[in-house]
């Protein structure tokens, strides 16, 4: 039996329960290839899945990680969009933390010119939970503004770029003063939450007008005061809910200003969904990777057998960017 290196959660609790294992070679499965995996993206979802609230969904690994970047060494039949030594980038539902893992052929894509194997790992997870939830659900549009939340997050990076990128006017928070001018540095309009009101400094820059859309992480008592700062017709667009999943509200803003609450979860997505999501990416975004508009942000590298320190510092909260594992040797 042919094995490989990985990552495994032994047990729910600390990023201590990582530890290295020895894993059979998993086989591509229909309309699926196989990857050597190069580098790997850590992400919030899997120190959910190392606590034990957020298993994967059914066939799925139990290995964590949601996306890599590699070479393509097997195809299952049929496939002819990709070709054996292809190098990609991939959107995968687990398995990332390993020397091999298998994605479904709809979700790898060409790694953008001039990026290497580490950015090439940080952009799957992050730029399909941008493009789906700030572009198609939050349908931002060139001229418009965005306010998002956690401006220094892996997500958070890429969605301020992007929407620059596009023409939009943006507004990040951030929780000490490095992060709000790296935010500043990326030409957001940063606050510290910390140290002031971002409904009050929204509404003082856009003259009470409020900003179009919101992508938010946190949730809880953040409900009420996005509702506070959004513009006529504007769009709340929730992927986390780290201060809580459950509020109370007044609605009375919601339909005196015609809002749009919304959201949306990556993982459980059929893989149909996420292939249009992933043929947006290659159509708009893609080209401003290749152009240099848009730029990845890595904080940090750790090797595949220190993915427990990749945690802590994740869970730490002091990065900005992109935290990846470094798989292969090249």
């Not at 094995?3 to 201590?16: K, Q, S, V, Y």
């Not at 690994?61 to 039949?77: Q, T």
């Not at 990076?157 to 951030?174: D, E, N």
């Not at 809910?241 to 919601?254: F, V």
């Amino acid at each position: 039996m042919n094995l490989m290196t990985a990552t495994e959660i032994t047990g729910f609790g600390g990023p201590d329960m990582l530890k290295p294992c020895r894993r059979p070679i998993p086989n591509p499965g229909p309309g699926e290839v196989l990857i050597q995996v190069e580098a790997a993206g850590v992400n919030r979802p899997d120190v959910m899945q190392r606590k034990g609230i957020y298993p994967p969904p059914p066939n799925a690994s139990d290995i964590p990680g949601l996306e890599i970047a590699g070479r393509v060494v097997a195809l299952s039949h049929g496939i002819s969009a990709l070709r054996l030594g292809d190098e990609v980038c991939a959107l995968v539902t687990g398995g990332g933390y390993a020397e091999y893992c298998v994605a479904a052929a709809p979700l790898c894509l060409p790694i953008p010119k001039g990026l290497d194997w580490i950015q090439a790992a940080s952009l799957p997870e992050t730029f399909f939970t941008v493009w789906a939830n700030v572009f198609v659900r939050g349908k931002l549009q060139p001229g418009e503004s965005l306010l998002i939340h956690g401006g220094t997050s892996g997500i958070g990076v890429a969605a301020i770029q992007l929407a620059r990128a596009f023409g939009c006017t943006v507004f990040a928070t951030a929780g000490t003063e490095e992060k709000r001018l790296f935010c500043e540095s990326l030409d957001a309009n940063a606050i510290n939450y910390r140290e002031q009101d971002f409904v009050a400094v929204v509404l003082v820059i856009t003259q009470d007008r409020g900003v179009d859309v919101i992508l938010d992480i946190v949730g809880g008592d953040y409900l009420q005061r996005n509702l506070s700062c959004l513009a006529q017709d504007g769009r709340l667009v929730q992927i986390a809910a780290q201060n809580g999943s459950k509020t109370q509200i007044n609605l009375a803003p919601i339909m005196l200003k015609r809002l749009t609450v919304t959201g949306s979860t990556l993982r459980p997505r059929s893989v149909a969904e996420k292939a249009q999501i992933a043929r947006g990416l290659l159509e708009h975004v893609w080209p401003k990777l290749e152009a240099g508009d848009v730029k990845p942000v890595v904080h940090a590298v750790f090797n595949l057998e220190a993915a427990a320190a990749a945690h802590h510092l994740m869970e730490s909260g002091t990065h900005i960017g992109k935290i990846i594992l470094q798989v292969g040797s090249s």
